[in-house]
């Protein structure tokens, strides 16, 4: 088993940075294909962004390529999410995911999730 808590969310202004902390525990002597998702009120959850397990490739949605950096740091076994000039349509609570599979893909299923954390920005 892994548990995956997440961290770092706030109240922010467009235009500010951020950046969410995941944490593994427990079964982290292996590593994840790891995620980053996120759900906004009266929405469906999306994907936001991607890693491989060793952080030689990422995968990001279109609505963040260029302004999200997702990473990992497998000594801390943690992975991050790095959220650049964020947007008011940005506002959600965000989750981290891991998955069994080895290959990065939007609908690749995600075995472990986190609790999630709130970013929201005001315009």
């Known amino acids: 088993q892994v548990q995956l808590i997440e961290s770092g969310g706030g109240l922010v202004q467009a235009g500010e940075s951020l950046r969410l902390s995941c944490a593994a525990s427990g079964r982290t002597d292996t590593t994840y294909t790891m995620g980053w998702f996120r759900q906004a009120p009266g929405k469906e959850r999306e994907f936001v962004a991607a890693?491989?397990?060793?952080?030689?490739?990422?995968l990001y949605a279109d609505s963040v390529k260029g302004r999200f950096i997702i990473s990992r740091d497998n000594a801390r076994n943690t992975v991050y999410l790095q959220l650049n000039s964020l947007k008011p349509e940005d506002t959600a609570v965000y989750y981290c995911?891991?998955?069994?599979?080895?290959?990065?893909?939007?609908?690749?299923?995600?075995?472990?999730w986190g609790q999630g954390t709130q970013v929201t920005v005001s315009s």
């Open positions: 890693i491989t397990r060793t952080g030689s490739a990422t």
């Open positions: 995911a891991a998955s069994y599979l080895v290959v990065l893909g939007v609908q690749i299923p995600y075995h472990f």
